[in-house]
């Protein structure tokens, strides 16, 4: 049961999802793993939705990542196809319920098509304000790594930087998510346990949620539970509890 009073205190401001299962919910049904995907982009939707309800002010997915480049062409073909149709007809979705798109990953590496669609979407709703919507295209946490070690190392070449100087703020001023708050809440769905190199420097403290459901069967009451779970849990961040109270 949705407890509204429940839901209107302690929500995590950054939600982060690793929608993982489509493949298997296709072969449970004996259908074709492009199925799954398309019911993957359904149950997109109904998370984007009741995130933006519930009042989670960043939620950021992992559609893409730079491992998956190594499926069937087939398989790519068909997420990037799905990726294209859902930015042309969800930006309406977005626009209704005040969301800004944002994108995060090697962008250049997608097709011109998906990215010049997803360049109109992230510029027609950059006004938006209620909830920020990242999509992870073509993302690994080790390569947006790498890129940012490479950027801040010229830098200092260059003199604009000096060694001393580097924290954490640099470094989260150079990374893909230099707009985002540290992730709060990091769900994986489809009863896979690992991080699966999304985020890695940004859910330092998140707290992790697994769940069994299979990513196209995820629904609100799967995304309430998740932030009922993590509502019990104490955020010490290397704090003993009596310092907390
Ligand atoms: C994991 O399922 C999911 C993906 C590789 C991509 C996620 C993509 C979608 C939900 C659809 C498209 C997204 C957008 C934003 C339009 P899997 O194929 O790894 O499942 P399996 O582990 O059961 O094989």
Redesign the pocket.
């Known amino acids: 049961m949705v407890d509204k009073k429940q839901l209107s205190t302690n929500i995590p401001k950054h939600v982060a999802i690793i ?7 296709a ?1 449970k049904k004996g259908l074709f ?1 492009a199925i ?2 398309e019911n ?2 359904k ?2 939707r109904e998370a984007v939705e009741s995130s933006a309800e519930i009042g989670i002010k960043h939620l950021t ?5 730079t491992e ?1 480049w190594n499926r069937p062409k087939l398989e790519v073909d068909t ?1 990037m196809k ?2 294209v149709n ?2 042309k007809k969800e930006i309406k979705t977005l626009q209704k319920n005040n969301i800004r798109l944002n994108a995060i990953g090697n962008l250049n590496s997608l097709p011109k098509k998906a990215r010049e669609e997803l360049l109109e979407v992230i510029e027609k709703t950059k006004a938006n304000d209620h909830m920020t919507l990242t ?1 992870a295209l073509s993302y690994g946490s080790r390569e947006e790594l790498i890129k940012t070690i490479e950027e801040i190392s010229i830098k200092v070449k260059n003199g604009v930087i000096s060694p001393h100087l580097i924290n954490e703020t640099v470094i989260n001023e150079h990374l893909y998510t230099k707009n985002l708050p540290d992730v709060d809440l990091l769900i994986r769905t ?1 009863g ?1 346990q690992r991080v699966s190199n999304f985020l890695l420097w940004q859910i330092a403290y998140a707290e992790l949620y697994f769940t069994e459901v ?2 196209p069967d995820f629904k609100k009451s799967d995304l309430i539970e998740a932030i009922y779970n993590y509502q019990k849990r104490e955020r010490r961040f290397g704090k003993t509890s009596e310092q907390l109270s």
Request: hydrophobic share 45%; net charge positive; glycine share 12%.
């Open positions: 929608m993982d299962g489509n493949g298997r919910w072969k793993r799954g995907h993957g982009t149950a997109v997915l992992y559609a893409f990542s998956n997420l799905l990726l859902s930015l999509l489809s896979e299979l990513w």
